[in-house]
């Protein structure tokens, strides 16, 4: 019923900076709160970053004052910027949302399909 597809994911050297992008299509009645999370190998997923409906937005200890979250809540799209990247942000990000459906209560927890970032020099 909703599709979260994310885009903007490859490789950049330490220091650089990348930009992803995450579109929610389908039976959409309303977004909630959106969000990316990243998981390393070896590691547990972990939120980086989320956004409310109204722009109030909560980031993950090691990203803070290095990425930025963003939100069109016209084009039903989160986009994270992220700067000042180092190896340890190397992993599988994954956008979240969640969403109330048209003819439904309550709101979903969806899942991107998660894009590849990898800082290396």
């Known amino acids: 019923q909703v599709q979260l597809v994310e885009s903007g994911g490859g490789s950049v050297q330490p220091g650089g900076s990348l930009r992803l992008s995450c579109a929610a299509s389908?039976?959409?009645?309303?977004?909630?709160?959106m969000g990316w999370h990243r998981q390393a190998p070896g590691k547990e997923r972990e939120l980086v970053a989320s956004i409310t409906s109204d722009g109030r937005t909560n980031y993950g200890d090691s990203v803070k004052g290095r990425f930025a979250i963003l939100r069109d809540n016209v084009k039903n799209t989160v986009y994270l910027e992220m700067n000042s990247l180092t190896s340890e942000d190397t992993a599988v990000y994954y956008c979240?949302?969640?969403?109330?459906?048209?003819?439904?209560?309550?709101?979903?927890?969806?899942w991107g399909q998660g894009t590849q970032v990898t800082v290396s020099s």
């Open positions: 389908g039976s959409i009645f309303r977004i909630n709160t």
């Open positions: 979240n949302a969640f969403v109330t459906t048209r003819g439904s209560y309550g709101s979903r927890s969806y």
